[in-house]
Structure formats: C-alpha cells, structure tokens
C-alpha cells in the first residue's frame, strides 16, 4: 500500500518561510521522480518544483529563487523548503511520486500567506 503523507503547512506572514516534508512508504523511493503541486482555490492544480530520480530539479518560474526542493533517500522524504512566501502562495500543495506512467499523490496540506 503507497502512502505519501505531506506535513508541514500552516499560516505564515508575508515575506516568512516554511518548510513541507512528505513522507513516502509502500514506493521504491530513490526510483521515482517527486513532485510539489500547488491548488489555490478556483484555480487548477499546478506543478510547483519536481526532483527526478537523479536529483535534478525544476521549478515554476513564480517560486525560483525561493523555493528549494530536495530529497533524502534514507528517509524516503521529499522537501519543499519555501522562503519570501507571498499571500499568491496560499494553496493546499500536493506531493507526487511518478515513474514510468504511475503515479501517486499525498492527501495535500494547506498553506496560508496572511498578515
């Protein structure tokens, strides 16, 4: 049984930081891809960061700069460290696990940028 259970969100002011972990069990972690998705209210699901298998990483272009993805295969957790937050940020953010054509998702976590 997969399960990627996200934590880590919360309210934060503007221009603060939080950092989201995601921990995945049930997965041969170091073979998939990993993915942070963001999906702020009446609006769809967007691709946030993604580190592949080998480390590489990408990121929308709204969060370079400041937001960093990583990974700890040791622990089969994925991050999403988030810094300078703006209220554009809030959303609930999704963690994904992929490789080949199969894919999970976590249960989100919320994230609220509010003075």
């Known amino acids: 049984q997969v399960q990627l259970v996200e934590s880590g969100g919360g309210l934060v002011q503007p221009g603060g930081s939080l950092r989201l972990s995601c921990a995945a069990s049930g997965i041969i972690f170091s073979m998939y891809g990993m993915g942070w998705y963001r999906q702020a209210p009446g609006k769809q699901r967007e691709l946030v960061a993604v580190?592949?298998?080998?480390?590489?990483?990408n990121y929308v272009d709204s969060v370079k700069g400041r937001f960093t993805i990583s990974r700890d295969n040791a622990k089969n957790t994925v991050y999403l460290q988030m810094n300078s937050l703006k209220p554009e940020d809030t959303a609930v953010y999704y963690c994904?696990?992929?490789?080949?054509?199969?894919?999970?998702w976590g249960q989100g976590t919320q994230v609220t940028v509010s003075s």
């Open positions: 580190i592949t298998s080998g480390g590489t990483t």
């Open positions: 994904n696990a992929y490789h080949l054509d199969i894919g999970y």
